[in-house]
Structure formats: C-alpha cells, structure tokens
C-alpha cells in the first residue's frame, strides 16, 4: 500500500496582503509576515518578526485578501 502522508510543517511563513475599504472605497492596504513553528513546546507564531499569539497570526492569515507561502521546512519523515 502506497504511503500517502505528508510530513507536517515545522516552519510555514506567509507574506500576507489586507485590504481595507470602506463604502467600496480603499482606505488602507496593510503587508505583513506571518510565520508559524512548531516545536517540543507546541507552536509559536510571529508577525512581523515580533512573538504574537497563535489566535491573532490564524485570524490574520484567514481574513488576509492574499497570501503566498514564501517559507517552509518540513518535518523529518519516521523512518519505517
């Protein structure tokens, strides 16, 4: 049987696009970096190179107009 798990992601980093606007009229366009690790102590998030709570980076990332990945390192595989 083929394996088909992924490895996880040890370190994920986003550059992130929001756009504000109010009455259909652009009012602020905000860039940040995101970035999210896990590690023996569970994960840790920054944003903008600052610690930040995990709930605020996740909200960040799913309200964000755009985001691309422009980090990742994956977990080594178990070996079998």
């Not at 370190?11 to 366009?29: A, F, H, L, N």
């Not at 920054?46 to 990742?72: F, I, M, P």
Request: with cysteine.
């Amino acid at each position: 049987m083929k394996d088909t798990h992924k490895p996880r992601a040890a370190y994920r980093q986003w550059t992130i696009t929001t756009v504000y606007s109010e009455c259909g009229v652009v009012t602020d366009v905000v860039t940040q970096t995101v970035t999210l690790a896990r590690g023996v102590s569970g994960i840790t998030a920054t944003v903008d190179g600052q610690a930040a709570d995990l709930e605020r980076a996740t909200r960040l990332l799913r309200n964000a107009d755009r985001a691309k990945v422009t980090g990742e390192i994956l977990e080594q595989a178990a070996a079998a």
